[in-house]
Structure formats: structure tokens, C-alpha cells
């Protein structure tokens, strides 16, 4: 056991080298950003001067094309999915716009989701419902020792009707870090032929994630929070036998197989095979492409997701435990349900001002916006910070709030 605990302080060690911001700071908010590797930020760097020295000339595209298969094969690894199923987007945001733009609907149809959703997934919903006539249901969903996993899922099953076309659900809630019974409620609703959409913003990268074995329809991610990418990518996943009942909303030559494909007289196009054709490569930034594969390369084959994902829960067990026997603290995230956030609120105090007091103290924290009720502090625990760390930020939360 000693041995195991000297390696990964070691480890720890080399991370924190080469992820210089984790050493800057106490850097407790991939929640929001992650860190970005070195070799991440030489990639950008490198391409950016390349671009600015010799231009951005004819065999450019190719080159980009080349970047993103391999970027989606590095993704199909992390998540368990073909290389088929992996589009590359802009962020989680739009990949949630791609399936929910890009259904068939009429008027009357329903669609479930919860009421601890985030708004790149309400806004949407809220704009389909006003122009197709949709019926948008939301479930309450309770948190802290109240939240009964049991109970949430029944009320989903009680909101399904014949007119139920789609489940639109976060995996992991940025709002209270409840870790949702994905595969749960993914077998309830194909059992009465309802898609699943997963908004995995806070998952990935935090959490292991098999797209397979979860057996979800779609799956939005992003690549600037857990997996450490830089800002502008996201990931869309589509099951391959879903990709045909979905229209891509938006077409590049990136969507299109061949030039020949297109029917410049009639309105018809064979679009690009599997999710390729969900992809506007043309609009997609080098420097941001190449950091990206260069955070999966370090993340996968440097440090290793498995041990990543184990890490990021046993801090965050950690975390919940130390903060819980504060007085006047009240813990958001469910106990058994964590994730890679912990979220509380402290009584008399607003989560802006005392993320404010911590953020003076160097812990890099921050607190949900009013609108993303309850709207706590946030505490992202990532497997580059130490026990310590956690230790100091608790500490430093008595001392404030007392």
C-alpha cells in the first residue's frame, strides 16, 4: 500500500509539472475549464506560428480532415463508441442543437427532461417547442439527502405517453453534481421507443463513460472541461443505427461525401457516412483541433483514464467528507452520487461572495448562476489536485464562513 501511495504521489507530481496552471493556482474548476497539458499547448502554439510564418495553403484541409479522424478514433477509445458514432462539433452546446434541431417533429409531440437542466439544452427545447407545437415535460428532481434515485426514475416512467418522442437528460448535473442512472433510464425509455440525448458535459473525462454499455441514442460533450482540450471543440456522439433518423441541420463539404453527391439541381445530397456528416470541418481551427488530440494523447496513453476517473471520485468523496461536518454547510451533491463536482451552500452567505473570499485565497472555485437553481458553490475536484489542497480549501471554508 505504501509503495502504491509513494508511485501516485510521484505521479501527482509529474502531472502538476506538466500542467503548469495546477501549480499557479489552487485549481479546483474544470467544472468549467480544465487545465491544459503542455504538449497541448505547444501543439497550439507550434500551428498557430506555422500558420502566421507560412500561410495557410492548399494541402491545409487535407492535413485538417487527417487531424480529425485521428481525433475521433482517440475519442471512440475514451468512451467506448465506433469511430463512426464521433462527430466533432464547437462545443457541448451545439451538439445538443444537432440532435434536437435535426428530429422529425410534430406538433403534439412530448419530450421529458429535468429541472436541473442546463440552459444549452432548456434554450433549444424552449425554441423547437414555440416553432413545432412540442409538449415539454420537466421533472422535478430533489438533491442533497433528499434526492431517492428510485423515485426519480419512476416519475420518468410516469410521464411517458404514447406521444413521448425523446429523453433529454444530463449525466452528471452541473448544477447539484447528481450522477443520473443513465443506463437505467435508458432501457425505460426504449422499452417504449423513446430516444435518450445525454448532455455529458460533466461526465466525460470525470467518470468512466462507455457509450455501448450505456446503450444511449445520443451523447453531447465538451472538450475544454474534463478532457482538458482548449477552448471552441466539442464532441457529438450518434449510435449507428440512430444516424439515419437524424438530419444534419447544417451542411459544409465537411457533411458531403463526394462533390458528386450533391445535386446542384434537385434538392437532394448523400451526405458524408455515419456522424461525419454532423461535422462543419471547414470551421474548425487548427491550433484548437491539434491541442485537443494532444490533451487525449496525454490523457489517454500518459496518465490513463482509468486512473483518472478513480482519482477524480475518491477526491471528491474526500472533499464531500471534509466540508460535511461544518456547521451551517449544506452539501447539494448526494452522498454516493459524485462525480467530479461537490456542491454546497454555506448559511448566510451567497455563493457568489464566498466563491469571491476563496477565489482571494487562491482557491479557484466558483458558484452557479441564480438561474441554475440552487445555484451553489462548486467545488471541482481534478485528478491533478492533491489531498492537501482539498484539505487547505476546507479549512479555509471554516475559517470564512465562521
Known amino acids: 500500500m505504501m509503495t502504491r501511495l509513494n508511485e501516485d504521489k510521484e505521479k501527482i507530481t509529474a502531472i502538476r509539472e506538466q500542467m503548469p496552471a495546477t501549480t499557479a493556482v ?177 461526465a466525460v473525462g470525470a467518470i468512466p463513460v462507455n ?31 440512430r444516424i439515419s433518423e437524424v438530419d444534419p441541420t447544417f451542411i459544409s463539404p465537411a457533411s458531403v461525401n463526394l462533390r458528386s453527391d450533391l445535386d446542384i439541381v434537385s434538392p437532394y445530397v448523400v451526405p458524408a457516412p455515419f456522424a461525419a456528416r454532423y461535422q462543419l470541418a471547414t470551421a474548425m481551427y487548427m491550433p484548437t483541433l491539434l491541442g485537443f488530440k494532444k490533451s487525449l494523447e496525454y490523457l489517454l496513453d500518459h496518465v490513463g483514464i482509468e486512473w483518472i476517473t478513480s482519482r477524480i471520485q475518491g ?12 456547521p451551517g454547510i449544506q452539501v447539494i451533491t448526494p452522498r454516493g452520487k459524485e462525480a467530479g463536482l461537490i456542491e454546497f451552500l454555506a448559511e448566510g452567505w451567497s455563493p457568489p461572495e464566498l466563491s469571491a473570499r476563496l477565489n482571494e485565497r487562491n482557491f479557484m472555485i466558483r458558484a452557479e448562476p441564480e438561474h441554475q437553481l440552487p445555484a451553489p458553490v462548486r467545488i471541482s475536484t481534478g485528478f491533478y489536485n492533491t489531498e492537501e489542497e482539498l484539505e487547505q480549501l476546507a479549512e479555509a471554508i471554516r475559517e470564512i464562513v465562521h
Open 26 to 202: 489552487h485549481y479546483l474548476n474544470t467544472g468549467t475549464n480544465g487545465p491544459l497539458p503542455k504538449m497541448a499547448a505547444d501543439a497550439m502554439k507550434a500551428e498557430a506560428e506555422k500558420e502566421f510564418l507560412q500561410g495557410r495553403y492548399l494541402p491545409f484541409i487535407e492535413e485538417l480532415y487527417a487531424e480529425m479522424d485521428t481525433t475521433r478514433n482517440l475519442l471512440a477509445r475514451m468512451v467506448g463508441a465506433s469511430y463512426d458514432e464521433i462527430a466533432l462539433t464547437h462545443s457541448t452546446t451545439e451538439s445538443l442543437n444537432i440532435i434536437l434541431w435535426g428530429l422529425h417533429w410534430l406538433s403534439g409531440d412530448e419530450v421529458i427532461t429535468t429541472s436541473l437542466e442546463h440552459v444549452a439544452g432548456l434554450a433549444p427545447l424552449a425554441l423547437i417547442k414555440s416553432r413545432h407545437g412540442i409538449v415539454v415535460k420537466y421533472i422535478n428532481v430533489e438533491y442533497g439527502e433528499q434526492y431517492d434515485e428510485e423515485e426519480f426514475i419512476s416519475a420518468v416512467a410516469k410521464a411517458i405517453t404514447p406521444r413521448t418522442r425523446l429523453l433529454l437528460v444530463s449525466h452528471v448535473s452541473t448544477s447539484t453534481g447528481i450522477t443520473f442512472p443513465v443506463r437505467k433510464l435508458t432501457e425505460l425509455c426504449h422499452a417504449h421507443n423513446v430516444y435518450v440525448l445525454v448532455d455529458g458535459a460533466q
Open 315 to 326: 477526491l471528491a468523496r474526500h472533499m464531500q467528507a471534509l466540508i460535511s461536518d461544518i
Open 211 to 241: 457509450m455501448h454499455e450505456l446503450g444511449v441514442d445520443f451523447y453531447a460533450m465538451a472538450g475544454r472541461k474534463w478532457l482538458c482540450g482548449p477552448e471552441g471543440i466539442g464532441v457529438l456522439y450518434v449510435a449507428k443505427d
